[in-house]
């Protein structure tokens, strides 16, 4: 089953969507994967982050929170920098984003511009030994504001429907949009049937593989003791043990060894050529 990710900012009205639109899928026999239900007591977000930075249908509630939360931030980021990132993203964008307008993305990269000025501010009063895991907050700032336009500008471009049509349809529009595209990129071509019997004898020498062959056809073979075999495997078996006493146990000439392995080339031989 395809996985469904939503990310989404933990307050705001954008919360109250997503808590609508997870009871929604719910009632469709889908569950979502979500932060507060995946990642348990002492789970990493750090790697439920990247999971759905790599998911292949990712929920996105778009409002003023999110685009202001460093999380959520991360989370768009992770799935832009995944490619296919206008298929693989599913929007749901609030009013209160301003994402349409150009002079409130504006806002945004001034906000973003001001947190990295704030933090560098903070961080030189320390040394840097001590800045382990501020500096990396410091680099995604830099991140945030290196992306954001791009992001946005494809977002902005969507046809992303109003949340009151979103919400008058249980977000009918958003779940067909998934479940189309998972039934489309299912793989539904039935597998190719297992070789067996010569067939599987013969992919193994036409691919080189001797050893292979032999051990596909002795197991043929001594199935149903054909041509004797079973004793010869036998041979052969307690020949090429590593362990010695186990060598000793089976009593065995160098001479019995050959002999074996001769017949069942033989067999292996006849085994083929018969039609």
Sequence with gaps: MKKIYISYAHRGEGKQVTESLDKAFQARDVLIERDIRNVKYKGSFGEFMAQLGAGEYV?????????????????????YK?????????????????????????????YWENK???LE?????????????????LNLYTEIRQTFAAITNIL??????????????????????IHNGISENTDTTPPLPALEGKALVQNHIAQGDTTAAIKAF???????????????????????????KSYQANTLSHQNYDIAKARIAAALNSYLADN
């Design 116 to 118: 990295t000025k704030e």
């Design 156 to 177: 902005g471009d969507m046809n992303a429907m109003q949340l009151a049509s979103h919400s008058e349809e249980d977000f009918n529009t958003v779940f067909e949009a």
């Design 59 to 79: 929920i996105t509630v778009i409002d003023k929170p999110y685009l202001e939360s460093k999380n959520c931030m991360h989370e768009l980021i992770e799935v």
């Design 82 to 110: 995944n490619e296919q990132f206008r298929e693989r993203v599913f929007p749901i964008v609030l009013p209160d984003s301003g994402i349409f307008n150009a002079i409130e993305r504006i806002k945004y990269l001034a």
């Design 218 to 244: 002795l197991k043929i073979a001594t199935a149903t003791n054909q041509n004797g075999l079973y004793n010869d495997l036998i041979l052969l078996s307690g020949r090429n043990n590593s362990n010695e």
């Design 121 to 137: 501010e903070a961080m030189r009063g320390v040394g840097l030994a001590n800045l382990q895991g501020i500096q990396e907050d």
